[in-house]
């Protein structure tokens, strides 16, 4: 939806932006979902490894500004987001090998296949609804719906993380955890 919510929220002016930040969103996310490692060698005081992993960033700045000035932006965000993504693996490899951490492959499996059922989905209205407002606000809609489906029929969150979610507070939780599967706390 990047491709819609740029152009409709700063102007068209932005729109060769958005090649930049599905790759931003893409490589940011798997950083992300790989960070597990990195947290667990921190709260463990593993600072070497800790400063291994972010000198891979930080050797990635002036990569990132060679590559922006000589092949541009869209190769200079591949470069910052595959240098994070990169630190954040490493991370994953050491706590790992010091912790046995197991990255939960079943539920990346699940999400990913809601995700690109999700991707289809709007890819499709995309394709008959130009652009707008409203069709944005449809879109992501129907992105959230398909989503909260999808994790239910697929049993995406497991009893455990459904406690979790609503011990968090989050607003609307209790609903959340309601269609999901879950029951009230006591």
């Known amino acids: ?6 152009p409709l929220l700063y102007g068209q002016l932005f729109s060769g932006a958005i ?8 490589l940011l996310f798997a950083e992300t979902a790989f960070a597990v490692g990195l947290l667990v060698l921190w709260v ?3 600072y070497r490894a800790v400063l291994t992993t ?3 960033m930080i050797a990635g700045a002036p990569v990132f ?10 190769t200079a965000s591949l470069v910052l987001g595959g240098c994070r993504f990169a630190a954040s693996l490493l991370g994953y490899v050491e706590a790992r090998r010091l912790y046995g951490v197991q990255f939960p492959w079943r539920f990346a499996a699940k999400v990913s ?14 394709t008959m609804w130009p ?6 606000i449809v879109c992501t809609l129907l992105g959230v719906t398909i989503i909260a489906v999808g994790s239910k029929l697929l049993v995406v969150i497991g009893p455990d993380e459904l406690a979790l979610l609503e011990r968090a507070g989050i607003p ?10 879950g029951t009230r706390l006591p």
């Open 54 to 56: 972010q000198a891979v």
């Open 113 to 126: 296949l809601v995700s690109l059922i999700m991707v289809v989905c709007l890819a499709a209205v995309r």
């Open 44 to 46: 463990d005081e593993r």
């Open 172 to 181: 609307a939780s209790p609903l959340l955890v309601r269609w999901l599967g």
């Open 1 to 6: 939806m990047v491709g819609d919510y740029l």
């Open 19 to 26: 090649p930049i930040a599905r790759v931003l969103v893409i």
């Open 131 to 136: 652009t707008s407002l409203l069709q944005a």
């Open 65 to 74: 500004i060679w590559t922006a000035d000589r092949f541009g932006l869209l």
